[in-house]
């Protein structure tokens, strides 16, 4: 089974530039969707956007303007920048695989905690 | 947007009895040309990430038990869980992929009475 990992900074300041990676755990990264999803705390889940291996995204619009992703098929990682953040991009950042699409998101990394504060 | 509305935000339930969870859409995710509705449940325990219960509104995914169960289609959606278990104490989330950008319902929390 693929185990997907996040990786980024912790804590950041308000206005920089969130960097994030999820290493993916084998060579299944060719031929799939891989999604950005975040949760600020005790709330609910919110579709960053997606990568397909080859490198073409589909973002969420309500993000879009800030939003970058890439994929690294040969390290076998996708990341996410996210510019100018404020105290709202603070979240749980997970990374989750897609087949298609438009699909379910199966399997989900553990995610990372992204504060935000100056 | 698909926006996605879940009821009741929490809900308490004895162990061995009924959970049901609804979950209402914007619009219809029921792509008449294959006649599947694009609905996905997930079910989210603390300091854990979600893991994917149900896709296609009713089909169960691999190793999930069969006290799970979902029903629906167009708008209207349930989550029902017989038989209510310890270890199902969680916040169940639904998910359309009808189309981009993909959505997510508000959460129900169930607890134990």
């Known amino acids: 089974q693929v185990q997907l990992q996040e990786s980024g900074p912790g804590l950041m300041k308000p206005s920089e530039t969130l960097s994030l990676i999820c290493s993916v755990s084998d060579d299944s990264i060719s031929g799939y969707y891989w999604s950005w999803i975040r949760q600020p705390a005790g709330k609910g889940l919110e579709w960053i956007g997606h990568?397909?291996?080859?490198?073409?995204?589909n973002y969420n619009p309500s993000l879009k303007s800030r939003v970058t992703m890439s994929v690294d098929t040969s390290k076998k990682e996708f990341s996410l920048k996210l510019s100018s953040v404020t105290a709202a991009d603070s979240a749980v950042y997970y990374c989750?695989?897609?087949?298609?699409?438009?699909?379910?998101?199966?399997?989900w990394g553990q995610g990372t905690l992204v504060t935000v504060s100056s | 947007d698909i926006v996605m509305t879940q009821s009741p935000d929490s809900l308490a339930v004895s162990l061995g009895e009924r959970a049901t969870i609804n979950c209402k859409s914007s619009?219809?995710?029921?792509?008449?040309?294959?006649?599947?509705?694009?609905l996905a449940w997930y079910q989210q325990k603390p300091g854990q990430p979600p893991k994917l219960l149900i896709y296609?509104?009713?089909i169960r995914e691999s190793g999930v038990p069969d006290r799970f169960s979902g029903s629906g289609s167009g708008t209207d959606f349930t989550l029902t869980i017989t038989s209510l278990q310890a270890e199902d104490v969680a916040v169940y989330y639904c998910q359309q992929y009808y189309r981009t950008p993909l959505t997510f319902g508000g959460g129900t929390k169930v607890e134990i009475k």
């Open positions: 296609w509104a009713s």
């Open positions: 619009q219809s995710v029921l792509y008449n040309s294959n006649n599947k509705n694009y």
């Open positions: 990568i397909y291996s080859s490198g073409s995204t």
């Open positions: 989750a695989r897609s087949t298609t699409v438009i699909s379910w998101f199966d399997p």
